[in-house]
């Protein structure tokens, strides 16, 4: 056995490839799109190492050109389900056992293997499949998921060192172990990198998971669970289960191994979940770790003494990035009557020199919507806005899924601070703007706090300190993530560690030691080194 104390350097954040006409990178990734468009592909899930063929399909299909089928999945039925839990369980004796290096060398070798041979792959995929340009893929299924491997190992080693105070003639520790149980990761579209995220952050730790990954990104995230298994990781510690959510659900928050779920979806089915696992709390061997990220209404807030230019591009870029479908992105901005007329005219210049289409074209900044449940949805609260005298849209409005699911940067400008669409999360490229006037600066802010029942990021632009230091204080809970004179998206690992609270889940910061502490339940062990033999206390002599 190796004796030696290892210690990992904290690592350095994942540089971001240009993409620049004629560079190797985008040679690659171009190539990469090329060939798997011309393959379709059959997931099958992957259970306890194997490959398992369910024969009840469902399909893979690009959003900028839904006619394009890039693969058919597997999909689990209650059977498979049974027996994931039972392979991960299986597992988990010989996982929990190993040096925690060993975990941590799986995870860094997959983090060398994502920023080498697959980069490519998987950056090519999440634009098929998820519509993302080159940049959004690049920045998310690239970089943000090597940095969760490579800083996860990082705070796991942190966490373990954390040992406590050892009194003359004792020794103390803490023993970090897995949860009593499997866990179950139920993973979104929008992010590749959280799809890799939350199956690996509960096993660096020691843990083996069940993990369901979104119908709509079963495709990208295939390519994530062959990285793991390339990478080392055993089998039966991360078992790639798609399929109907509600069913597999059923199963799994029944089951009496059940120890924690780590989410990211909706605040609607994260609720649902949370109802189900509190109806079945007799039932299980421990309490579960209920850990979830959900909605936002994520906001711009503008102070008088702003930078025009500065907060229309953050507008832009908050709103309009990857169609608007990030949990982060800006929905809603207050803007000061006083620089309305300069942020309107460089918000609209800007927004029309936006090009819309596919992502294999890399001169289009805005993509298609996900799918079209989506895409009817955002239409929906567009033809609200053109119906409403109270609401004027400036930007967009138009759509079209003929091809693909399109739809305009669309801004709309609302006379009312509570209009529908400051308060609903919407998913999609429209944002909000209502004009106040700049003397009610406080009143407004304190407005923009109880508009919304989400609490997930947010940003204020000022020059004047005092007024970003009012801001501070009245919005401290309407953000988990609060960005000065930024955007309210694009957190770094290592750097913004990224969660919310109110609506907008538990608030256990991926991307930092926070949400690997919830993966893991500490021992205290005290082992004295001579004992007492005698029952009684200096106090209790005779006094002579």
């Known amino acids: ?41 059959e997931i099958p899930l992957i259970i306890g190492g194997k490959e398992i063929k369910t024969g009840s399909l469902g399909e893979c299909r690009m959003p ?9 999945y597997h999909k689990a039925g209650a059977q498979e389900v049974k027996y994931a839990i039972e392979e991960a369980l299986k597992a988990k004796k010989t996982w929990e056992s190993i040096n925690w290096e060993e975990r941590a060398f799986i995870f860094q070798k997959a983090a060398d293997l994502l920023s080498g041979p697959y980069r490519a792959t998987v950056n090519a995929a999440t ?30 080693q942190q966490i373990y060192r954390e040992q406590p105070f050892s009194a003359p003639g004792t020794f103390n520790r803490l023993e970090y172990r897995p949860l009593e149980g499997f866990i179950y990761a139920v993973t979104p579209f929008n992010f590749t990198s959280i799809g890799g995220n939350l199956p690996s952050a509960p096993a660096i730790m020691g843990n083996t998971v069940i993990w369901k990954p979104a119908q ?39 089951d009496r191994d059940f120890a924690g779920v780590h989410f990211t979806g909706s605040t609607e089915v994260f609720n649902g979940m949370y109802r189900k696992i509190g109806e079945n709390i007799d039932k299980y061997r421990t309490y579960p770790r209920i850990v979830g990220e959900t909605g936002g209404k994520d906001f711009i807030f503008v102070h008088e003494s702003a930078d025009a230019d500065s907060v229309a591009t953050a507008l832009v870029r ?8 990030k949990c982060s992105a800006a929905s809603r901005a207050y803007i ?14 800007q927004v029309r020199d936006i090009s819309t289409g596919s992502p294999e074209d890399f001169r289009n900044f805005v993509n298609a919507v996900i799918d079209k449940s989506s895409f009817d949805k955002i239409k929906e609260y567009i033809e609200y806005c053109k119906s409403n005298s109270d609401a ?11 091809v693909g699911y399109f739809i305009e940067p669309t801004t709309v400008l609302v006379k009312d601070p509570f209009f529908k669409t400051m308060q609903e999360e919407i998913f999609g490229p429209l944002l909000t703007i209502y004009v106040y006037s700049e003397e009610k600066y406080e009143e407004t802010l304190e407005i923009c706090d109880r508009t919304s029942l989400y609490g997930l990021t947010g940003s204020i632009f000022a ?55 919830r993966w893991t339940s500490p021992r205290t062990v005290k082992e004295t080194y001579i004992s007492p033999n005698d029952f009684k206390y200096p106090f209790m002599r005779d006094e002579f």
């Open 336 to 349: 000061p009557q006083n620089l309305w007329d300069k942020i309107k005219i460089k918000l609209i210049q």
């Open 64 to 72: 900028h050109d839904h006619k394009h089928k890039l693969a058919v």
């Open 1 to 41: 056995m190796d004796n030696g104390i290892i210690s990992i350097q904290r690592p350095y954040n994942e540089p971001t490839f240009s993409y620049a006409p004629g560079s190797a990178e985008r040679k690659a990734v171009m190539e990469k799109i090329t060939e798997l468009k011309n393959t379709v592909l």
């Open 318 to 325: 908050g709103a309009f990035e990857y169609q608007g479908q």
């Open 216 to 254: 709509t990104a079963v495709y990208s995230n295939y390519f994530i669970m062959k990285l793991f298994m390339e990478a080392g990781l055993p089998a039966g510690v991360i078992n790639f289960v798609p399929g109907n959510s509600s069913m597999i659900s059923e199963i799994v928050f029944s």
């Open 463 to 517: 020059k004047d300190r005092l007024a970003v230091l009012k801001a501070q204080s009245i919005l401290k809970n309407s953000a988990g993530n609060f960005y000065i004179n930024d955007k309210p998206t694009g957190a770094v690992v290592g750097q913004q560690p990224f969660g919310g609270a109110r609506g907008s889940g538990t608030n256990d910061k991926a991307g930092s030691y926070l949400n690997l502490l």
């Open 392 to 402: 004027e849209i400036i930007t967009g409005g138009k759509y079209n899924d003929s």
């Open 127 to 156: 634009m098929l499949c998820q519509s993302k340009n080159v940049f959004q893929a690049e920045i998310d299924s690239a970089c943000e998921l090597i940095d969760f491997f490579r800083f996860n190992a990082f705070y796991m």
